[in-house]
C-alpha cells in the first residue's frame, strides 16, 4: 500500500512507512561496451524480474553499452546492497547463459563495483531526468 502526502509517495509494510529511493550505477568488467541492444532488453527484463520477487520499485532504468543506471525503491529491510547484488549476480548468470560472446570477452560481466547514492540532495524528477537523459549523450 501506498501514502501519498503532498508530492511524496510513501510505501507501507506492517511495521514501517518508508521512502528510500537510491541512484545506482554499475557497470561491465573493464567497461567493456558488450550490451548491445538485444542484451539491454533482456537485462531490463531480468531486472524487472527481480523486482517483482524481491518487493522493491524500478522508478527509471537505463542501460549503456558499458553500464546500467537505476533509480530503485527498497524497502530498507531488504538493504539496497543485498538488492543491487542480487541484480549484479543473477543477471551475469543468466545473460552469459543465454549470449555465449559475454562468455569469451569478459571473464565477468560485471565489475565488482558500484555506486550508490540515496536520492535526497536533489529531487527526485532530477535525478529520473538525468537517467532518462543518459541515451542522448
Not at 573493464?30 to 517483482?52: A, F, G, M, N
Not at 569478459?106 to 543518459?134: C, H, M, N
Amino acid at each position: 500500500m501506498n501514502i501519498i502526502s503532498g508530492d511524496k509517495i510513501y510505501n507501507t509494510s506492517n511495521t514501517m512507512v518508508y521512502s528510500c529511493q537510491y541512484h545506482v550505477i554499475f557497470a561491465t568488467k573493464y567497461r567493456r561496451k558488450v550490451l548491445t541492444d538485444e542484451i539491454q532488453v533482456r537485462l531490463k527484463e531480468i531486472i524487472t524480474e527481480i523486482s517483482l520477487e524481491n518487493d522493491f520499485k524500478v522508478i527509471e532504468m537505463e542501460t549503456m553499452p558499458d553500464h546500467v543506471h537505476l533509480l530503485l525503491d527498497v524497502n530498507p529491510n531488504k538493504g539496497i546492497y543485498n538488492i543491487i547484488n542480487k541484480i549484479k549476480g543473477r543477471s551475469s548468470f543468466i545473460l552469459r547463459k543465454e549470449f555465449k560472446s559475454l562468455t569469451t570477452r569478459l571473464p565477468t560481466l560485471w565489475t565488482r563495483s558500484k555506486f550508490i547514492s540515496t536520492v535526497g540532495a536533489v529531487s527526485l524528477e532530477i535525478v529520473k531526468k538525468y537517467i532518462e537523459d543518459q541515451k542522448n549523450k
